[in-house]
T-cell receptor, first 113, second 114 residues
Framework: AQSVTQLDSHVSVSEGTPVLLRCNYSSSYSPSLFWYVQHPNKGLQLLLKYTSAATLVKGINGFEAEFKKSETSFHLTKPSAHMSDAAEYFCVVSEWAGNMLTFGGGTRLMVKP | DTGVSQNPRHKITKRGQNVTFRCDPISEHNRLYWYRQTLGQGPEFLTYFQNEAQLEKSRLLSDRFSAERPKGSFSTLEIQRTEQGDSAMYLC????????????FGQGTRLTVV
């Protein structure tokens, strides 16, 4: 069985400061891992994905994440937050069977001016 | 193609009524998924189709829920005898179905049962 834990339900940063959203996963197989972002009244959008290639994954809008198997973590980072980054972020795990996605509970990112 | 389309965007219904939602996936995508998202939670898997075949159903999908994907194109999700606990956002996603391919999500149908 697969599961995802997002360690912070809310994160608040100032504009221009670094962002760190933490995610731990559990999987019986070699998982694929994703980060999705959800802006109010908009659909879920893929930020980046890890698929057993490079452990440091770069995504859209300056986000990146590092897969650490020994720590079962897949934390999302960005060097400098922008006001437009304020949204809900979901860490997601997928195993081979069915490509079903299992979502974490989400982290709401707030960016202060 | 403008992505995954869901209709209606909002639905308010009285408890006990039946409701049906529609999802139109991206045209070349053979996999279609339904998820449910309640306030403050991440989406939870309900069911998925490979073309017209429904291959997996979550135990969240009670007997009051049924999903179809005739001809492997659009899909419908019906909820019979709605309950207040069914109030949620229902999300549809589609993908090419290969390992690791991206799932594209629609904007969802928000159901409110009063």
């Amino acid at each position: 069985a697969q599961s995802v834990t997002q360690l912070d339900s809310h994160v608040s940063v100032s504009e221009g400061t670094p962002v760190l959203l933490r995610c731990n996963y559990s999987s019986s197989y070699s998982p694929s891992l994703f980060w999705y972002v959800q802006h109010p009244n908009k659909g879920l959008q893929l930020l980046l994905k890890y698929t057993s290639a490079a452990t440091l994954v770069k995504g859209i809008n300056g986000f990146e994440a590092e897969f650490k198997k020994s720590e079962t973590s897949f934390h999302l980072t960005k060097p400098s937050a922008h006001m437009s980054d304020a949204a809900e972020y979901f860490c997601v795990v997928s195993e081979w069977a069915g490509n079903m996605l299992t979502f974490g509970g989400g982290t709401r990112l707030m960016v202060k001016p | 193609d403008t992505g995954v389309s869901q209709n209606p965007r909002h639905k308010i219904t009285k408890r006990g009524q039946n409701v049906t939602f529609r999802c139109d996936p991206i045209s070349e995508h053979n996999r279609l998924y339904w998820y449910r998202q309640t306030l403050g939670q991440g989406p939870e898997f309900l069911t998925y189709f490979q073309n017209e075949a429904q291959l997996e159903k979550s135990r969240l999908l009670s007997d009051r829920f049924s999903a179809e994907r005739p001809k492997g194109s659009f899909s419908t999700l019906e909820i019979q005898r709605t309950e207040q606990g069914d109030s949620a956002m229902y999300l549809c996603a589609s993908s090419l179905g290969y390992r690791d391919t991206e799932a594209f999500f629609g904007q969802g149908t928000r159901l409110t049962v009063v």
